[in-house]
């Protein structure tokens, strides 16, 4: 099968030259770990290797994959349906190496795997299985918009090579993808050496859902490699077609704004009375304007640490005479490998302390009350180099230094367990997506299987690259 080239027009131009990662802490705009892919060439029978895998990938049973696991629910902490479903899917594909991993009765995890002839190293292909939505009018609406569009509910349909439902492109692709990866290296009969694993968690949005035990933020990944799971090497399937050393993690905090109850009855200006609502609207707009110095004062490496105020709590709906005595806000601030959640939270006070000084007539007090690292790899490392190598042959030229994202994945915490990890994933939102869904999310739930398959033959690239080594070979 011929591998598709220069699909992909990019400005960048191929960065050079190797710098080291810093250990915390630090200001930089640049990235402070470029370097050049190093170039490892396939043998002959490599190369025939790759061929014969990749003429196994099979676009439609891909769609086929993914239609019946869109239609499949799996809300964070709720997956045990669509685990179980994906672990018999690839213990029949793979000769009976498949199973399910229960966490508890609502959620588990999902293995499947080849093994090799022994001396090589062993390579977990990840995605998480979890949707950011419920896919439930009555829990999502109107939080999610005014309706629940084609790619926000759970029923799987195609136009063509384009898939919409819930979790189409992110992460149900992902999962069908490395799924098919497997199926065709396990159909070619390629003579791997090295153990190939690929493993599908629950709890990988970056969300705490109360009512399933506050399941979410990497729960199911550090389940799956606590108990078994132990590879070499990860890979981690998310969007953005790039390969990436290092990911971002996430730090959540609580602002709660105190006035005192009131009555819609009460004159304004009433003595000893305060606002709650009202200024936490004035703290609102003063967080919001910090934001990007955080952002600006924190971007190096690949990342770009973001932050969003999500969410606003405050009062009885049901009681609109009553205003509230405390507005809560929530916010997420994205966390560099390179900067620990407590310098975050340092820093998050010192611009708490300073909107008080501008605001001394404003009771508010603040906590953090969710925290995960970011994590890195070294771009050194065998699987960065073998995954831009495998990027660079389908693409057709130089890797170069990524654009930096904000997006949280559990390829944070696969590093900080001290697995090597790249992230590698596909053209997002699909360049030909309906203008109709690339609104808010822009293309959760809408997949184009042309990028699915580009996506697979770089990663396969790397599948091959590695397992057919010796340990020594891949710095082991």
């Known amino acids: 099968m011929p591998i598709e080239q220069n699909l992909e027009p990019d400005p960048l131009t191929p960065a050079s030259g190797t710098s080291s990662l810093p250990q915390s802490g630090g200001t930089a705009t640049v990235s402070d770990r470029v370097q050049s892919t190093i170039q490892v060439p396939f043998s002959d029978e490599q190369e025939k290797w790759y061929s014969e895998a990749c003429a196994r990938l099979d676009s439609e049973r891909l769609k086929r994959l993914l239609l019946q696991l869109v239609d499949i629910p799996s809300p964070t902490g709720g997956e045990r349906r669509a685990s179980e479903f994906i672990a018999e899917y690839v213990r029949q594909q793979l000769g009976g190496r498949g199973y399910y991993q229960p966490i508890n009765e609502e959620t588990g ?30 829990k999502d609406l109107p939080w999610a918009g005014p309706v629940l569009r084609a790619d926000m509910i759970p029923k799987g349909y195609a136009e ?55 399941y979410g933020m990497s729960d199911g990944i550090y389940h799956l490699l606590t108990r078994g799971v132990a590879p070499d090497f990860a890979i981690i399937m998310k969007p953005v077609w790039r390969v990436y050393a290092e990911e971002p993690g996430m730090c959540w905090f609580k602002v709660a704004v105190v006035g005192t109850l009131g009555y819609a009855g009460i004159p304004r200006g009433a003595a000893g009375y305060r606002d709650s609502i009202v ?49 809560e806000i929530f916010l997420d601030l994205r966390c560099n490998p390179r900067t620990s959640p407590a310098e975050v ?27 995960c690292p970011g994590g890195a790899t070294d771009v050194s490392n065998w699987i960065i180099q073998s995954a831009r190598r495998g990027w660079e042959r389908v693409q057709g030229r130089a890797h170069g230094e990524p654009p930096k994202l904000a997006g949280q994945t559990d390829g944070a915490l696969i590093r900080r ?9 596909f053209p997002w939102p699909p360049r030909n997506c309906p203008e109709e869904f690339k609104q808010g999310l822009g293309g959760m739930g809408v997949a184009w299987i ?26 082991l």
């Open 345 to 371: 939270k340092a820093q998050f006070a010192e611009a708490m302390r300073i909107i008080h000084e501008r605001n001394p007539d404003i009771q508010f007090d603040w906590e953090m009350f969710g925290a």
């Open 417 to 425: 367990l001290g697995i090597p990890c790249a992230r590698i994933g």
């Open 450 to 475: 042309p990028d699915l398959i580009k996506s697979a033959r770089a990663i396969m690239y790397a599948v091959i690259d590695t397992l057919t080594r010796p340990r020594s070979e891949l710095g």
């Open 279 to 327: 200024a936490a609207a004035e703290l609102i707009k003063q967080i919001d304007a910090w934001i990007p110095e955080y952002t600006a004062h924190n971007t190096s490496g690949e990342i770009a640490p973001e932050g969003h105020i999500s969410a606003i709590r405050a009062g009885w709906p049901e009681r609109p005479a009553f205003p509230s005595a405390t507005t």
């Open 160 to 214: 063509g090579d384009m898939v919409f439902g819930l979790g189409a492109a992110n992460p149900k692709c992902m999962v069908a993808t490395l799924s098919e990866i497997a199926v065709a290296l396990h159909e070619a009969r390629i003579p791997i050496i090295g153990d190939l694993a690929v493993g599908f968690a629950g709890g990988g949005m970056p969300v705490s859902v109360a009512a399933r035990g506050h």
């Open 109 to 138: 995890n999902a293995v499947g795997e080849i093994r090799g002839g022994g001396g090589g190293g062993s390579l977990l292909l990840y995605a998480p299985i979890d949707t950011h939505l419920e896919g439930d009018p009555g």
